[in-house]
């Protein structure tokens, strides 16, 4: 199947899709949302680019691989397959039940871990992650002053975080 190429161009665009094979989609600048369900064998490139850009991740028939999801060096890798492109997004929400290794950037991210066991580093700006389920999570929030990590009591363990349910004095 030849790749999907989607470039959303300017503007705040909404977009829904399943990824059945190898895609590369740019939602360009704008506010834009992407609701994806992602098959894993894809080689799959989802670029935020400028704006304040939001995407909602899961793998159909995929339940229990690692995620690795890194802003830092905008790579993404589902369980042993390909390594595709993943940047320019400020808040992701990740569905599955996944181990999800996540390497932020040094501005903004924002995470809402649904289900599974979340790995993660945010390093630097203001941080805020909301992670749901048992667990074990864990989070080490970096350099921000003011990263915010929220958990059910006992599912997740936090370094360097200030603000939140998971701060490790409380
Ligand atoms: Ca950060
Ligand atoms: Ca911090």
Known sequence: M????LWLGPGDDHLEIRVLGDAVINVGPGDDSVFMDVDPTARLSVVGGVGSDEIRLSFSGHPDGR?????????????????GELWGWDVLHLWGDHDWV?????????????AGRFTGRTYGGDDVVTLRG????????GAGARDHVDADRGAATC????????????
């Open 159 to 170: 370094v360097a975080v200030e603000l939140g349910s998971c701060v490790p004095w409380r």
């Open 2 to 5: 030849a790749p999907a190429d």
């Open 102 to 114: 996540y390497r932020g950037t040094n501005s903004h991210d924002g995470l809402i871990v649904n």
């Open 134 to 141: 048992p667990g074990p999570h864990y989070v080490n929030g």
């Open 67 to 83: 995620v690795l999801l890194n802003q830092r060096y905008a790579r993404l890798r589902i369980g042993t397959g390909p390594v």
